[in-house]
C-alpha cells in the first residue's frame, strides 16, 4: 500500500506540475483579460499546495517520522503569510514571478527534508529570515531614489568582499568560495553579484563612451580575476558573462558581445592548456565512467541517478541521493530528477525559464534606464547560474560548482536570490505606480472608444511615422 | 496587466519602444536557445545516453529494484532455462543454475559482487514489464512484481558439447557466428557452481584459484602457431605480387645470430612454400619469414586487428599484447613471428580474427544477449548484429580462407578433413615460457556447411601437448554438434 501511494503520487505529481508549468507560458493568452489570468495564478497556487502536501504525505508515510507533520505546517504557515503580504500590501507585485518563487521553495524543501531533515529545518530558518528582508525591499526601492549614485561604494565592498575570501576562505573542492564569521558560513560571492549588477547598471545608465567602458570594463575584470585566483571558476564567468550582456544591451554593439565570447574561449582554451585541474574536470567531463575513482566520481553518481531515475523517477524516499557528494547544494537537480522524475525535472527548467522571462519582461517596460540595467543584469545572473548548474550535472558542460536558485541548501545562496526576486517585485510595483496616473486617463480614453475602432487606430499609427511621433510626443507629455 | 509578454508589450506601445528594447529580446531568445539546447540533451539523456549509467556494474541504484521485484530469468538461446529465481512459500528467494557449472562463467552469479550476465543484465533482470494493471494489483497484495528474462545467444547444445569435450583440462572454448557476431559458447575451466558460491566463496576465489577468471575472455595466452595467421597476412601485404614464389628448405630448425628456432619435434619439413609452411606450420620457415618483415607496418597489422586495446564487447575482457620495435633482438622477432615472444591473445579476441577472415574481412561486435522480454514473453529490448569495421580487405581475407582451408584440408588440422562441412583452421602448440616445458594446445578457426550459418571457435587446453592432438578434436566435436 505504501508503495503504491508513493508510486500514485509520483504520477500525480508530475500531473500537475506539467499544468502549473503549462499555465506559466499559457497565461500570456490572456493578457487583456485580467480576471481570467487571476483564476489561472490562483490555480496555479492551488497546484503549489497540492504538491507540497502530496509529496510531504509521502515522505511522512516513508520515514514515519511525525516531526514531518509539524514542519509541513510550518511551511504551509510561511508560503500562506508570503501570498497574504504580497497580496495585502503588494498588489501589483508579479502574481506569476510570486507563484514561481513559492513553487521553487516548496520543491527545495521536499527535496532537502528528504535528503536531510537537519538540513531542510536549517534552510527553513534562512528562508524565514530571508522573506522578511525580502518583503522590504520593494518599500525601501519605492523610497530611496539614490540607489544610482552609489556607483563606488558598490564597486569597493564588492571587490572587498571577494578579496577576504582569497586571502582568508575556507578551501572546499578546490576552491575558496566562502569565509566563516562567528561561526556562520556565508558565500559572499553570492551577495556580492547584486552589487556587481548596480554597479555596472549605475556607471552605465548615463554614458557608454569608451572612457566609461573602459572604466566599467577594468573593475568588471578585477572581480573576475579573484573569483579565477580563488578559482572560483563556475562564479567568474558567471560575473563575465553578466558584464558581456550588460555591456552589448547599453552600448547596442553587437560586437563586443561576440568579441567578448572569442575572448572567453580563447581564456578557456588557455585555461585548459595552464591549469592542470582544469584539464582533469574536461576529462572527467567528457568520460566520468573512467575516472570513476576520483574525478569523476560526482558527474557519475548525478547521472546514475538521473538515469536510473528515468522519466517518471524513483518515487520520493526510493532513491539514493545521498550518494552523490553535496547532493543538497550542487547536485540538488540530480535529486530531483532521480525521485521526482525527469518530465519534472524538464518542468523546474521551465518554471526557471518562466522566472527569466519575467525579469526580461520588467526590464524591457522599465522607462528608467537605470533599473533596465538592474533587471537585465539580475536576470542574466539568475538564469545562465540556472544554466551552469542544470548543464553541469546532467554533463551537457562541464562542472562548474554553482548552486540552484533558490532550490539548492545553502543559506548565502538563498538570501541573496530572494533579494535578487524581491528587487525584481519591487520594479514590479514602482513600474504599475509610476504608470498609474497616465495609465488610467489612456485607459478611459481607450475604454470611450470601441474595440474594432481601436485596432484600426494601432494600424495607422504604424501605418504612419507622423502620426507615430505624434503619440510619442503625447504619452511623453502624459507621463509629466 | 503586470506580467506581460514582449511581444505583447510590442504590439501595444509603439515602433521606437521595439528598437530600443532590441537587445532585451536579443539577449531573452539567446538565453531561450541555450535552455532549449539544456532541455534537448536532457531528453537526449534519458532517451540514449542513460542505458551506459544505468547498466553500469558501479551504479549501485540497480539494487533496490530486487525490493519490489523478483529477479529474471536467463535462458538460452533454444529454450532452457539457465539462472532463475524460486520463491518459497515465506517468500524467500533462491536463485538457482539448473546446469550449474556448465555455464559458470557466461551466466555469472548475482551474490557476493555479481559476475557474468548477471552482472551485465542486472538491471534488465530487476525491470518488470508486467503490464501495469497487473502491477497496481500487485501492489495492493504487496506482492512483488516479476522481472524481465533475459535471452541469450548462448546454445545449450553447444555450450555443453564444448563442456564436456574440454573434460578435466584447464582452459577455454569460445564460438561464435561471424557473420552476426552472437555468441554460441563460451566455456572456461577451472570452473565453479554458482548455486553454491556464496558458501564455497572462500575456496573459490580464495588464494591459488583461478575458478572465477573467465578465460574465454580474460585469460592472456601464449598464441602460439595460431600467430601464423597474422605472420602470413603480413608478409601477403608486403608481397602481394611475389609472396608466392616464396620458398624455404626446411632441416628441421634455423638459426639466425647464435639463436636456434626448432620445428615441432625438429622435423625436416623440406621444400616448401608459403601454402606448405603455413599447412606445416613450419617454425624455420616462420622464423626466416619474420626477419623479412617491416616491424612499423607488422604492428600496424596488429593494432589494426584490435591487439593492444580494449575489445568491442560488454563483457569483462583483457587486452591482447603486441609489440615489436626495430631495436628488439634478431631473435625476439623470429620468436615473435611464430607466435612465442611477447605476444599474448584471450581465446574471445583469436576468435574475432578467425571470424573476421570468415566474414570476408568485416568483423561483427560480439554480443551474448539477444532480447529481453516480460515474463509473459512480451519482447521489451532487442539486440540486433552490428557490424564493428573492415579488418581486412576482402582480397586478403579470402588469401587467408584458402591458406587456412589447406591446413584443414591437409596440414596439421588434417583431422578436420572429409566432413559434411568444410573447415578452416589453424593449430598451435605454445610453449608458455622459456624455462618450463608446459604447452598449451590451441585452434583457432571455422566451418562452413551450405544452407547453415558459419561458425567461428578458438580453443585453448592448457598444459595438454599438441594442439592437433588435444585442441582439434575439441573443435570437430562442437562443429559436429552445431552441423548435425
Redesign the interface.
Known amino acids: 500500500?505504501l508503495?503504491?501511494v508513493t508510486?500514485a503520487s509520483k504520477y500525480l505529481m508530475i500531473l500537475l506540475f506539467m499544468v502549473y508549468t503549462f499555465e506559466c507560458f499559457h497565461?500570456?493568452r490572456f493578457?487583456n483579460r485580467?480576471k481570467r489570468?487571476m483564476a489561472i495564478y490562483s490555480r496555479q497556487r492551488g497546484i503549489m499546495y497540492f504538491i507540497h502536501f502530496d509529496a510531504f504525505l509521502v515522505i511522512y508515510l516513508n520515514t514515519q517520522n511525525v516531526q514531518v507533520i509539524g514542519f509541513y505546517l510550518m511551511q504551509l504557515i510561511l508560503f500562506i503569510g508570503i501570498q497574504l503580504v504580497y497580496h495585502l500590501f503588494y498588489k501589483?507585485?508579479?502574481?506569476?514571478l510570486l507563484n514561481n518563487m513559492l513553487m521553487l521553495l516548496a520543491i527545495s524543501l521536499v527535496i532537502l527534508t528528504r535528503i536531510s531533515f537537519d538540513k531542510a529545518l536549517k534552510q527553513f530558518l534562512i528562508m524565514i529570515v530571508s522573506t522578511v528582508l525580502s518583503l522590504l525591499i520593494p518599500i525601501i526601492l519605492q523610497k530611496m531614489t539614490s540607489f544610482r549614485r552609489f556607483t563606488w561604494a558598490y564597486a569597493l565592498v564588492g571587490i572587498a568582499a571577494l578579496s577576504v575570501v582569497l586571502v582568508a576562505g575556507a578551501v572546499s573542492y578546490g576552491a575558496k568560495l566562502s569565509i566563516s564569521i562567528a561561526g556562520i558560513s556565508i558565500q559572499p560571492s553570492e551577495f556580492v553579484k547584486i552589487l556587481y549588477v548596480f554597479f555596472i547598471a549605475s556607471m552605465l545608465y548615463q554614458a557608454t563612451d569608451m572612457k566609461q567602458l573602459l572604466i566599467t570594463s577594468v573593475i568588471a575584470a578585477v572581480h573576475v580575476l579573484i573569483l579565477v585566483a580563488s578559482k572560483d571558476l563556475g562564479s567568474a564567468l558567471l560575473y563575465f558573462v553578466t558584464y558581456l550582456?550588460m555591456i552589448?544591451?547599453a552600448t547596442?554593439r553587437?560586437a563586443y558581445f561576440a568579441g567578448g565570447l572569442a575572448a572567453c574561449s580563447l581564456a578557456a582554451v588557455a585555461g585548459y592548456k595552464l591549469f592542470s585541474h582544469v584539464r582533469v574536470r574536461v576529462l572527467a567531463w567528457k568520460d566520468p565512467?573512467s575516472m570513476?575513482d576520483k574525478e569523476g566520481y560526482q558527474i557519475?553518481q548525478s547521472?546514475?541517478?538521473?538515469?536510473?531515475g528515468?522519466?517518471f523517477g524513483?518515487g520520493l524516499c526510493?532513491?539514493?541521493p545521498n550518494?552523490i557528494p553535496v547532493v543538497a547544494q550542487d547536485f540538488i537537480f540530480s535529486a530531483i530528477s532521480?525521485e521526482l522524475g525527469?518530465i519534472f525535472?524538464?518542468c523546474l527548467?521551465?518554471v526557471?525559464?518562466s522566472c527569466?522571462?519575467?525579469f526580461?519582461?520588467i526590464?524591457?517596460?522599465m522607462k528608467d534606464q537605470f533599473y533596465?540595467l538592474v533587471a537585465?543584469g539580475l536576470g542574466?545572473v539568475y538564469?545562465?547560474q540556472v544554466?551552469l548548474t542544470?548543464?553541469g550535472v546532467?554533463?551537457?558542460i562541464p562542472s562548474t560548482g554553482v548552486t540552484l536558485p533558490l532550490v539548492s541548501y545553502g543559506g548565502s545562496s538563498l538570501l541573496s536570490t530572494m533579494i535578487l526576486f524581491g528587487i525584481i517585485q519591487g520594479l514590479?510595483i514602482m513600474?504599475?505606480q509610476q504608470a498609474i496616473q497616465p495609465v488610467t486617463k489612456n485607459a478611459e480614453q481607450k475604454a470611450k472608444a470601441k474595440k474594432p475602432a481601436k485596432k484600426k487606430g494601432?494600424e495607422k499609427?504604424?501605418g504612419s511615422k507622423k502620426t507615430?511621433a505624434a503619440?510619442?510626443v503625447k504619452?511623453k507629455d502624459l507621463s509629466k | 496587466m503586470e506580467a506581460k509578454k514582449p511581444k505583447q508589450q510590442q504590439k501595444s506601445k509603439s515602433k521606437t519602444s521595439r528598437n530600443k528594447n532590441l537587445e532585451f529580446s536579443v539577449i531573452t531568445y539567446i538565453f531561450l536557445l541555450l535552455f532549449i539546447c539544456l532541455m534537448g540533451y536532457f531528453v537526449y539523456f534519458q532517451v540514449v545516453k542513460s542505458e551506459k549509467f544505468i547498466n553500469s556494474p558501479y551504479n549501485s541504484l540497480q539494487d533496490l529494484f530486487s525490493k519490489n521485484v523478483v529477479r529474471g530469468e536467463i535462458r538460452s538461446d533454444d529454450g532452457y532455462v539457465l539462472a532463475k529465481t524460486d520463491v518459497a512459500a515465506d517468500g524467500t528467494e533462491t536463485r538457482s543454475y539448473p546446469y550449474s557449472n556448465v555455464f559458470a562463467h557466461a551466466v555469472g552469479y548475482s551474490v557476493n559482487g555479481k559476475a557474468g550476465l548477471e552482472n551485465q543484465m542486472n538491471f534488465s533482470l530487476l525491470r518488470s514489464h508486467e503490464f501495469f494493471l497487473e502491477q497496481i494489483v500487485n501492489d495492493l497484495r504487496d506482492q512483488k512484481n516479476i522481472g524481465d528474462n533475459v535471452v541469450t545467444t548462448l546454445n545449450y547444445t553447444l555450450q555443453q558439447t564444448a563442456y564436456d569435450a574440454l573434460g578435466s583440462y584447464d582452459g577455454a572454448v569460445i564460438v561464435m557466428e561471424p557473420e552476426t557476431g552472437r555468441i554460441l559458447a563460451m566455456v572456461s575451466k577451472p570452473d565453479y557452481d554458482p548455486n553454491t558460491i556464496a558458501e564455497n566463496w572462500e575456496s573459490v576465489s580464495g588464494d591459488g584459484s583461478t575458478a572465477l577468471f573467465n578465460r574465454a575472455t580474460q585469460g592472456s595466452y601464449a598464441p602460439g602457431s595460431t600467430f601464423k595467421i597474422l605472420t602470413t597476412l603480413e608478409y601477403y601485404r608486403e608481397n602481394p605480387d611475389t609472396y608466392m614464389n616464396y620458398s624455404f628448405d626446411c632441416d628441421g630448425e634455423f638459426t639466425d645470430s647464435g639463436k636456434t628456432i626448432h620445428c615441432a619435434g625438429n622435423e625436416a619439413h623440406g621444400k616448401e612454400d608459403l601454402l606448405s609452411s603455413f599447412a606445416n606450420s613450419c617454425n624455420s620457415s616462420y622464423a626466416n619469414i619474420a626477419l623479412t618483415l617491416d616491424l612499423d607496418k607488422y604492428n600496424d597489422l596488429c593494432n589494426s586487428l584490435l591487439f593492444n586495446r580494449q575489445l568491442p564487447i560488454s563483457f569483462e575482457s583483457s587486452v591482447s599484447s603486441f609489440s615489436l620495435s626495430s631495436s628488439d633482438p634478431r631473435s625476439q622477432i623470429m620468436e615473435t613471428g611464430i607466435g612465442q615472444g611477447n605476444t599474448l591473445v584471450s581465446p574471445l579476441h583469436m576468435c574475432m580474427i578467425a571470424s573476421t577472415i570468415c566474414n570476408n574481412g568485416t568483423l561483427m561486435t560480439p554480443y551474448l544477449v539477444d532480447h529481453t522480454e516480460s515474463y509473459k514473453g512480451v519482447t521489451v529490448d532487442t539486440y540486433s548484429p552490428k557490424e564493428y569495421g573492415t579488418l581486412l580487405s576482402s582480397d586478403e581475407a579470402s588469401f587467408m580462407q584458402s591458406y587456412m582451408q589447406e591446413a584443414a584440408a591437409s596440414g596439421t588440422a588434417g583431422k578436420l578433413a572429409g566432413q559434411s562441412y568444410t573447415a578452416y583452421g589453424k593449430t598451435g602448440t605454445a610453449q608458455v615460457s622459456d624455462t618450463s616445458d608446459q604447452t598449451n594446445a590451441w585452434f583457432v578457426g571455422y566451418a562452413h556447411k551450405d544452407g547453415q550459418k558459419d561458425i567461428a571457435i578458438a580453443v585453448v587446453v592448457e598444459d595438454s601437448g599438441y594442439g592437433v592432438r588435444y585442441a582439434v578434436p575439441i573443435a570437430q566435436q562442437v562443429f559436429a554438434a552445431y552441423f548435425q
Do not use: D
Not at chain 1, 92 to 96: H, I, N, P, T, V
Not at chain 1, 303 to 308: K, M, R, S, W
Open positions: 500500500m508503495h503504491l508510486q497565461v500570456f493578457e485580467p489570468q501589483k507585485a508579479s502574481e506569476l550582456v552589448y544591451v547596442r553587437l565512467l570513476i557519475s547521472l546514475f541517478a538521473i538515469g536510473t528515468g522519466w524513483m526510493q532513491g539514493l550518494k532521480e525527469g525535472a524538464l527548467i521551465m526557471c525559464v527569466f522571462f519575467m526580461l519582461n526590464a524591457m517596460q533596465k537585465l542574466t538564469a545562465f544554466f542544470i548543464g546532467t554533463k551537457f514590479y513600474k504599475s494601432e499609427i504604424n507615430k503619440a510619442k504619452v
